[in-house]
T-cell receptor, first 114, second 110 residues
């Protein structure tokens, strides 16, 4: 398996623009997680899905953030409009009960909002 | 509120100098405590899962232990390639909401 795939790896945009981050989980995994990592706050869970259904989105900072999982092999995290304080590395991770809760992380998307 | 605190924030060791990293946690009904390693520019990589107090896991120079309030990651005779950030996370009962600590940045000098 290729592991968790994220795109793009780097994104530079201007304040006010829409940003869409993409994730392909490991085949067979039924849990998908979106995280944000900054030096100040570390790794924060934004939202997680089980069987494509959002279970807990309490970490989503505000209405500008939205996430979808239209099928088992694809998820998006959208920021609209983006702000400079959204600059961070965004990680996607997946797991399943048969993986004993071990999360497999993607390489991350480094987002810079100017 | 579920919480994870890691210490120290940063640690510099000479090659071969053993030490321990600490992870203190507060969670309702611990279902699992996890250790991850993160190299610069990469996603965290899984090391261990511990489920109950008294449990221990080992992998090469690393050994993780768990009590009811904290976990330790012991590093024996570290090498420069062990330099990384080590993250601790927990999940509580009835949820898959992983709570991560802010990590310990380990630097092993040759």
């Amino acid at each position: 398996d290729a592991g968790v795939i994220q795109s793009p790896r780097h994104e530079v945009t201007e304040m006010g623009q829409e940003v869409t981050l993409r994730c392909k989980p490991i085949s067979g995994h039924d849990y998908l997680f979106w995280y944000r990592q900054t030096m100040m706050r570390g790794l924060e869970l934004l939202i997680y899905f089980n069987n494509n259904v959002p279970i807990d989105d309490s970490g989503m900072p505000e209405d500008r953030f939205s996430a979808k999982m239209p099928n088992a092999s694809f998820s998006t995290l959208k920021i609209q409009p983006s702000e400079p304080r959204d600059s961070a590395v965004y990680f996607c991770a997946s797991t399943s009960l048969s993986s004993y809760n071990e999360q497999f992380f993607g390489p991350g998307t480094r987002l810079t909002v100017l | 509120e579920d919480q994870v605190t890691q210490s120290p924030e940063a640690l510099r060791l000479q090659e071969g100098e053993s030490s321990s990293l600490n992870c203190s946690y507060t969670v309702s009904g611990l279902r699992g405590l996890f250790w991850y390693r993160q190299d610069p520019g990469k996603g965290p990589e899984f090391l261990f899962t511990l489920y109950s107090a008294g449990e221990e896991k080992e992998k090469e120079r690393l050994k993780a232990t768990l009590t009811k309030k904290e976990s330790f990651l012991h590093i024996t005779a570290p090498k420069p390639e062990d330099s990384a950030t080590y993250l601790c996370a927990v999940i509580g009962s009835g949820t898959y909401k992983y709570i991560f600590g802010t990590g310990t940045r380990l630097k092993v000098l040759a």
